[in-house]
């Protein structure tokens, strides 16, 4: 079983940054993706940003593009969502999710076998 601990999220005004991390636990398990995906209220959860575990490959959509940057630290197992010039539009509740082995692209929810609890990320304007 894969334990996933998000931890970063929180309140900022327009046009500040937030940095969130990623934490997986567990044992002898596989990460091939990590992902992070957002849901705010009213809407379908979306995804974000992805990254392949080992080659480094990251997607983005077009949306947070230039302004949000993944990245992972392979020792720790953790990964990271850095964003800046933070708009109202990215209020969410923000998970990440880690996809064991390569099913499904990068981009798609269901790909991912574990998912975090979550983090509220609020942008005031």
């Known amino acids: 079983q894969v334990q996933l601990v998000e931890s970063g999220g929180g309140l900022v005004q327009a046009g500040g940054s937030l940095r969130l991390s990623c934490a997986a636990s567990g044992r002898a398990f596989t990460m091939y993706a990590m992902g992070w995906f957002r849901q705010a209220p009213g809407k379908e959860r979306e995804f974000v940003a992805g990254?392949?575990?080992?080659?480094?490959?990251?997607y983005y959509r077009d949306s947070v593009k230039g302004r949000f940057t993944i990245s992972r630290d392979n020792a720790k197992k953790t990964g990271y969502l850095q964003m800046n010039s933070l708009e109202p539009e990215d209020t969410a509740v923000y998970y990440c999710?880690?996809?064991?082995?390569?099913?499904?692209?990068?981009?798609?929810?269901?790909?991912?076998?574990?998912w975090g609890q979550g983090t509220q990320v609020t942008v005031s304007s």
């Open positions: 999710a880690v996809a064991a082995w390569a099913t499904m692209a990068v981009t798609s929810s269901s790909g991912y076998q574990h």
């Open positions: 990254i392949t575990w080992s080659s480094g490959n990251t």
